[in-house]
């Protein structure tokens, strides 16, 4: 099957069929402590917070999703305009297929016509850097969106439930490094919804990354889109709750910001404002999103901007009932185990 085919395929999937984890966030296991006497008034509550040296309206990320097929780039000019008018960053889907095939490319490169302004993220597999992506290749990467940062997606759990998946997986640390050294944007090192250890970020810290995305398990489940595949002749689902729930991820992988200078996303089941709230709370620097956005992109009634402006109100009005004035003054004394 072609990339192209399997990329739509994945987007029907994940519009169509229960695709989430069995497995929770871990969010569930907090409640806020709510604050009787929060001396602060809603309208001064201010949702500013920055991420990798710029200021955005809201923290939330629209995690990678697509590119690479003709339908692809009306959503990805979709979440660029809106991103642009609502000053959030974004990512595109992996950007593989443009390197194999570079017609393919104006389904990627449409974002930065639509966000002329925006802060756009390039997508690229660890598979696709083991050996070393070429100078050529990280500069069409780069250049065809002209990207403010490079995200390596980590996704053996995904690759493995693929009947044409990779199953190499030696030399990717490398390949980062190399990418690392020849590359002057940022490197941010996400995972799909499985997860990233407390182990995996010391290590990829200590290659230098600067952001990691923990993408952990309670959201969109990559082994259950895989094995829902018709291509899946032998679905194993045994995978499908294969993972780390995000807010292990993020409860674990804070402890490194006292040992190295990088910055930590929360996404993975990112599905509500408390969710939000509560991943910064536990220490995360910013959250981001994928499902959620595409679903609000497709269905009628729905709109990126209405979920964007919910979620929004939802936080003025959290933030006012913890006592806080802005993302920053959160930390863990306003969660409480449940
Ligand atoms: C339709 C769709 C396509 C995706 N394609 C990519 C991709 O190309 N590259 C990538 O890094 N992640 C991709 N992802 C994974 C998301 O970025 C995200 O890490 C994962 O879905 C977990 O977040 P969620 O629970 O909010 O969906 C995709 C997600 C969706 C829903």
Redesign the pocket.
Known sequence: MSIQKR?KE??E???NRDV?YDKKTGFELYDFVHNALPEVNLEDVDLKCSFLGREFSFPLFI?????GYSDAGAVNAEIATFCERRNLPF????QRVMLENPDEEKSFSIVREKAPNAFIAA?I?GAQLIGGLSKKSIHTLINSIAADAV?V?L?PLQELMQPEGDTRFGGIKEGIMKLRDSCECPIIV????AGISFKTASELLEIGVDVI?V?GA???S?AKVENLREQSKLPMHQFDDWGIPTAICIKEIVNLKDHYDFELVA?????TSFDLVKSLALGADFA???????KAIFEPDSSPDQLLDLWMNECRIILTLLGCISFNDLNESHLRRV
């Open positions: 990329k994945h987007v999937l994940t519009l989430f995690s990678s999703m697509t590119g990512g595109v889907g992996s997508n597999g995200i997606h996704n996400k995972e799909t919804g995305d993408a309670g959201g969109t990559w996404s993975g089941g990112i599905r981001a999103t994928a499902q959620p956005v595409i």
